[in-house]
C-alpha cells in the first residue's frame, strides 16, 4: 500500500498558504480613488462630480479624488479609464454621448463602450431648456414658432 500522506499534506499546506494569501489582501479601497471627468472643469459633469466626491469618500471610507482629462470630447478621459488597471481606483463620470457619439463617428474610437466599461448607477438626469431674453413675447415652443411666421 502507497504512502499518501506526503501529498495529503502538500495539498494541505497549499490550501492553508492560500487561504492566509487571500485574508492578508488589503479590503478595497486601500487608498484614494480617483473619478475621472472627461469634460472641462467647471461645466455640469464637473460640479456633479465635486458634489459626488464627499458623499462617496464617507462611503467608502477614503478620499475620492476629482480629476477633468479633457479633450476630444470624452474620448481621452474614456481611454484612460478603459486603459486603467481594472482594480476599482479610477472611475469616469461622463454623459451617456460622452461614450456613444465617438464610437458613432468614428469606428476607430480607442474603446468599446460596451466591452471597456461597466456601468455602475446613473448619478443624474439634466434636461436641456430652450430660453430667451425676458422681453421676447413668448412662453412656449408654439409661441415661438408662431411669432417666427
Not at 489582501?25 to 475621472?36: A, F, H, K
Not at 456633479?48 to 470630447?73: D, H, M
Not at 463617428?105 to 431648456?129: C, E, G, M, R, Y
Request: one cysteine or more; proline letters at 9%; hydrophobic letters at 45%.
Amino acid at each position: 500500500m502507497k504512502r499518501r500522506i506526503p501529498g495529503r499534506i502538500a495539498a494541505l499546506i497549499l490550501a492553508c498558504a492560500t487561504a492566509f494569501g487571500a485574508m492578508a489582501q488589503d479590503t478595497y479601497p486601500n487608498r484614494p480613488v480617483r473619478l475621472i471627468v472627461g469634460l472641462a472643469p467647471g461645466g455640469l459633469a464637473d460640479q456633479i462630480a465635486r458634489l459626488l466626491s464627499p458623499g462617496l469618500s464617507k462611503e467608502l471610507g477614503q478620499q475620492v479624488l476629482v480629476e477633468n482629462r479633457t479633450g476630444a470630447t470624452g474620448t481621452i478621459a474614456a481611454r484612460m479609464v478603459a486603459d486603467s488597471p481594472p482594480d476599482g481606483y479610477i472611475l469616469m463620470l461622463g454623459l451617456d454621448g460622452t461614450l456613444i457619439i465617438p464610437t458613432a463617428l468614428n469606428p476607430k474610437t480607442p474603446f468599446d463602450p460596451l466591452k471597456d466599461f461597466t456601468h455602475i448607477t446613473k448619478v443624474a438626469q439634466t434636461p436641456l431648456i430652450l430660453v430667451a431674453h425676458p422681453s421676447v413675447p413668448v412662453n412656449s415652443l408654439v409661441e415661438l414658432i408662431n411669432r417666427s411666421r
